[in-house]
């Protein structure tokens, strides 16, 4: 196998983010992340307090998401809500920008945003995660282009002290010419811009379409050092099915996943 098995599934924070979600669902999702030791798992902020209880000790993350998943929550807000989440346990938070704003080019207010969440999570020792939402940005906007915008972005979170530059939330839906709501999610095209438009400081995480063990393989190829899943078992249970059989000599399939497919 390329990778080992630890470097695949600590780049793994287990989403556990639908809005359906109950605690039971809770409980068994983080047993789940503590059983196939993967990085974090990623929740929403009330449940940050119980998470941190089940995982006690697991050496598996929480994370708390902010202003999620659009990011209109006002900055204040935002700051507020950080300060909770790491009194509550979370080690990492993953936050929305103010998407309107940035698309009406007043980076200004798009980069305070930012800080106040990164400043905040510092003080608690956390670490930030900002989310762009790609999938909202493919045409540009304030006179850039699709790219050159996340570039802009890219050098705003940076400047503002985020830890990661993510992709999307998961939950960035765009109406399809068929009356349908999709979405890409991270794609090769994007990831391969996010990480050269950041210095090596900073790190990169896909969220959104990857699905599969060769999906995981081919972000972490693209320098991601995280990605958002819901699929963790079945990834991981795919490496060790794929490492068996390579230790007893036998063929090893591939189904040749892809990311940037559909959502999370």
């Known amino acids: 196998m390329k990778y080992s098995y630890e470097e695949l599934a600590s780049m793994i924070d287990h989403s556990l983010l639908h809005p359906t979600m109950t605690d039971k669902d809770l409980e068994e999702g983080c047993r789940l992340a503590a059983e196939y030791r993967v990085a974090s798992v990623c929740i929403k902020p009330y449940a940050v307090r119980r998470a941190a209880e089940l995982l006690k000790g697991s050496g598996v993350l929480v994370g708390a998401v902010i202003g999620f998943p659009h990011g209109n929550s006002c900055t204040e807000s935002k700051r507020y809500e950080t300060e909770l989440a790491c009194r509550d346990g979370a080690a990492e938070i993953d936050m929305v920008i103010n998407i309107g704003k940035a698309l009406g080019g007043d980076w200004d207010y798009v980069e ?153």
């Open 112 to 264: 305070r945003d930012v800080r106040a969440v990164c400043d905040e999570a510092r003080r608690h020792g956390a670490k930030v995660k900002v989310i762009f939402e790609n999938d909202y940005l493919t045409n540009g906007g304030a006179g850039l282009s699709g790219d050159e915008f996340k570039r802009k972005l890219c050098e705003i979170s940076e400047r503002a002290g985020v830890a990661w530059v993510k992709t999307s939330s998961g939950y960035g839906f765009i109406k399809q010419p068929d009356g349908s709501y999709n979405y890409k999610g991270a794609t090769e095209h994007d990831l391969a811009l996010m990480r050269s438009s950041v210095s090596p400081a900073v790190q990169l995480k896909a969220a959104g379409g990857v699905r599969d063990l060769d999906g995981l393989i081919k972000v972490r190829d693209l320098g991601c050092s995280r990605c958002g899943a819901t699929a963790t078992a079945a990834m991981l249970d795919e490496y060790r099915r794929r490492q068996a059989a390579e230790k007893s000599g036998a063929a090893v399939t591939s189904p040749g996943g892809a990311i940037g497919s559909g959502g999370y």
